[in-house]
C-alpha cells in the first residue's frame, strides 16, 4: 500500500490553477475596493464575502451533482474543464471593468493626494490618516455620480464566482476519488504543495507587475499573466488525469486491502448512516473548519490593504514565504499526521497559527519588514498543517459513492466562516481601526477552533493491516 505521487500530482493540477485563482483575487480585489471604487472596509469586506455566499449553496450542489454524473472523460473532469474556461473569460472582463472606474479616477488629483499621503505617513501618521480618509471621501464620490462600473464590476464578479463554484467541490472530491483512505491525508499533503505551487507563481507574478506598489495600476496583464497559468493547469490536468480507471483502481484496491465496510458502496447513502458519535465528530469537526477559516480569512482577504496602506510592506514577498514555509512543512506534515493522527496533529497547527497571528498584531510600520519573514513563515506551516488533515477527517466519514456529498459538507462550513470573516471584521475595522483589530481578530477564532477540535473522537485514518513483513518494513505506508 504506497501512495501514487506522481498520480496524485497529476489530479493535484486541478487544485494548482483554482489556487492561481484565489491568490489573485484575494490580493486584487479589495484593492480595487478600496482604492478604486472608495468603498469603506465594512462594504468592501461584504462584496469580499460574495464568493461564499455562492459557495454555500453552489459547491454542495455540484459536489452531489457531480457524485451523479457519468460521462467518458469521468464524474468530475467535465465540471473542471468548462469552470475553468468561464472563470477565465469572466476574471480578464472584470479588469476591463475595472479600468472603466479608474479612467475617471486618475484624471483627478487624487494620485497627487495619495502621494503626498505616502511621504507623511512615516512623519505625521495622524495627519496621513486623515488625508487617507479625504482621498476615500473624493474617490466613492466619483464611484456615486457615476454607479455603473461600480454595477458592472459586481455584475462580473458574479459571473467570475459563479463558474469558479461550478468546479471547485468536484476538483477537490477526485483526490478521494482515486485514494484509499488511510493515505488520503499524505496526498492532500500533495494536492495542497500544488496549489500552494500556484499560488507562489502568482505571488511572483504579483512582484513583477509590482501589484502592491500602485494603487491605481490597471490589473489587465497580471489578470492575463494569471489566467495563462490557470490554462496551464487545466491542460495537465485534462490531458493527463485519467479519472475513470484511476477510480476504479481504488476501488478494487480498497475491496483488496478490505478497507471498506461490506454496508459500504454505492449504494452506501442508504444502507448505513452514520453513528451518533460519528455525527457528533462530524459536527465539531466542521465546527472546527468553520472557526479557523473566520480567523484566517479575515486575515488573508484584506492582508493586501492592511500591508499595502497600514504597513507599507510588500504583501507578495510576506506571502511567498508563508507559502514557501508551508510547500517544505506538506509531506513532513503528511507523514506525521499519519504516526500520529489527524486530530493531535491538526492542534498542534492550531497553535502555530494562533501564535503566529498573535505575535503580528505587534509589528509597526516602523518594523524592519524582514521581520513578518519568520512570522508568516509560522502561520504557513500552521496552516499547512490543519489544511492537509481536516478535509481528509471530513472525507474518512463519507460512505462510497458520497464523497462529493461531504467535500460539499467541508466547503459550507468553510465557506459559510468566510461569509462571516471579512463583513465582521470589516465593520471592526471601520468601528476601531484596522491597526488594532487585524491580527487579534485572527488569533482569537483560531483559538476557538482548538477548543471544538478538542473534542473530536472520529476521522483518523483507520490503518490496513499488514499482509506481510516486506510491508511492515515500508515506512511509506
Not at 464566482?161 to 484509499?180: E, K, N, Q, Y
Not at 517544505?328 to 507523514?335: H, M, N, Q, R, T
Request: a neutral charge; glycine letters at 6%.
Amino acid at each position: 500500500m504506497k501512495l501514487n505521487y506522481k498520480r496524485v500530482l497529476l489530479v493535484g493540477s486541478a487544485f494548482f490553477l483554482i489556487s492561481a485563482f484565489w491568490q489573485a483575487y484575494d490580493a486584487i480585489i479589495p484593492l480595487i475596493l478600496t482604492n478604486h471604487f472608495g468603498l469603506p472596509q465594512s462594504i468592501s469586506g461584504a462584496v469580499m464575502s460574495i464568493d461564499n455566499v455562492l459557495a454555500v449553496f453552489m459547491l454542495p450542489l455540484f459536489g452531489a451533482l457531480s457524485d451523479k454524473v457519468n460521462t467518458r472523460y469521468g464524474k468530475r473532469t467535465p465540471f473542471v474543464f468548462w469552470g475553468c474556461i468561464g472563470a477565465v473569460i469572466a476574471f480578464v472582463v472584470l479588469t476591463l471593468v475595472d479600468n472603466w472606474q479608474l479612467a475617471q479616477v486618475v484624471v483627478t488629483d487624487i494620485p497627487d493626494l495619495h502621494a503626498a499621503m505616502k511621504a507623511l505617513s512615516e512623519t505625521d501618521p495622524a495627519a496621513a490618516a486623515d488625508m487617507a480618509e479625504q482621498i476615500r471621501q473624493k474617490t466613492i464620490e466619483i464611484t456615486l455620480a457615476n454607479p455603473w462600473p461600480l454595477v458592472g464590476f459586481i455584475a462580473t464578479l458574479l459571473a467570475v464566482l459563479s463558474a469558479m463554484a461550478t468546479f471547485r467541490s468536484p476538483a477537490v472530491a477526485l483526490m478521494p476519488d482515486v485514494t484509499i483512505k488511510p493515505l488520503r491525508s499524505k496526498a492532500n499533503a500533495i494536492i495542497n504543495l500544488t496549489g500552494t505551487a500556484g499560488g507562489i507563481i502568482v505571488l511572483a507574478l504579483g512582484s513583477v507587475f509590482a501589484t502592491s506598489k500602485n494603487v491605481f495600476m490597471q490589473y489587465t496583464g497580471y489578470v492575463l499573466a494569471v489566467c495563462y497559468v490557470m490554462i496551464a493547469g487545466l491542460y495537465i490536468f485534462f490531458w493527463f488525469v485519467k479519472e475513470k480507471k484511476w477510480a476504479a483502481e481504488m476501488e478494487e484496491e480498497t475491496r483488496r486491502l478490505g478497507l471498506e465496510d461490506a454496508t459500504e458502496g454505492e449504494n452506501a447513502e442508504e444502507q448505513r448512516k452514520l453513528s451518533k458519535p460519528e455525527l457528533i465528530s462530524l459536527m465539531l469537526i466542521l465546527a472546527s473548519v468553520a472557526l479557523w477559516y473566520i480567523g484566517y480569512n479575515s486575515i488573508t482577504s484584506k492582508y493586501s490593504v492592511y500591508a499595502t496602506n497600514i504597513l507599507g510592506f510588500d504583501f507578495n514577498l510576506t506571502l511567498i514565504v508563508a507559502q514557501a514555509a508551508a510547500i517544505v512543512a506538506y509531506i513532513p506534515v503528511g507523514i506525521i499526521s499519519s504516526k500520529f493522527g489527524r486530530r493531535k496533529t491538526i492542534l498542534a497547527g492550531i497553535i502555530m497559527l494562533a501564535a503566529a497571528f498573535t505575535i503580528g498584531h505587534f509589528i509597526q510600520p516602523t518594523t524592519p519588514a524582514w521581520i513578518m519573514f519568520p512570522i508568516f513563515s509560522l502561520a504557513g506551516i500552521g496552516w499547512a498543517t490543519i489544511n492537509v488533515n481536516s478535509f481528509p477527517m471530513v472525507v474518512e466519514l463519507a460512505k462510497g459513492g458520497n464523497v462529493g456529498k461531504y467535500t460539499g459538507y467541508y466547503y459550507t462550513a468553510s465557506m459559510s466562516a468566510q461569509i462571516v470573516a471579512p463583513i465582521v471584521s470589516g465593520v471592526l475595522y471601520d468601528l476601531i481601526g484596522m491597526r488594532q483589530v487585524f491580527f487579534l481578530f485572527g488569533a482569537a477564532f483560531v483559538v476557538f477552533s482548538f477548543i471544538t477540535m478538542f473534542f473530536v473522537k472520529h476521522g483518523d485514518a483507520k490503518p490496513a493491516p499488514k499482509k506481510s513483513v516486506l510491508e511492515n518494513l515500508d515506512v511509506d505506508d
